[in-house]
């Protein structure tokens, strides 16, 4: 079992900078790749980004492209979502979630664990 706590979501105005952490409980965090996944009131759940085990692959939303990294510290059992130029659609919560193996995909189905989420809220 895997406890994933996210962190560092708030309030901020269009144009600033969020950076979101996920703390994993597990000794074995390099087996898991992860992925970063959002929900705004009445959607569903959307895909974000995702990165390999070792971070020397990822991959990013088109929406998020050019904006949003995402990176990992397997020393530290965490991984990052770093959200520049922020727009007010993304506004939502935000998940982390891990995958045993080595695939990073987009699919939130496709997922083993996941946080509980942390609120990002974007005003123009």
């Known amino acids: 079992q895997v406890q994933l706590v996210e962190s560092g979501g708030g309030l901020v105005q269009a144009g600033d900078s969020l950076r979101l952490s996920c703390a994993a409980s597990?000794?074995?965090?390099?087996?898991?790749?992860m992925g970063w996944f959002r929900q705004a009131p009445g959607k569903e759940r959307e895909f974000v980004a995702s990165i390999s085990r070792s971070g020397g692959s990822t991959y990013h939303a088109d929406s998020v492209k050019g904006r949003f990294t995402i990176y990992r510290e397997n020393v530290k059992n965490t991984v990052y979502l770093q959200m520049n130029s922020l727009k007010p659609e993304d506004t939502a919560v935000y998940y982390c979630?891990?995958?045993?193996?080595?695939?990073?995909?987009?699919?939130?189905?496709?997922?083993?664990?996941w946080g509980q989420g942390t609120q990002v809220t974007v005003s123009s």
């Open positions: 979630a891990a995958r045993n193996g080595g695939r990073y995909p987009v699919t939130a189905s496709s997922y083993d664990y």
């Open positions: 597990t000794r074995t965090f390099s087996d898991y790749a």
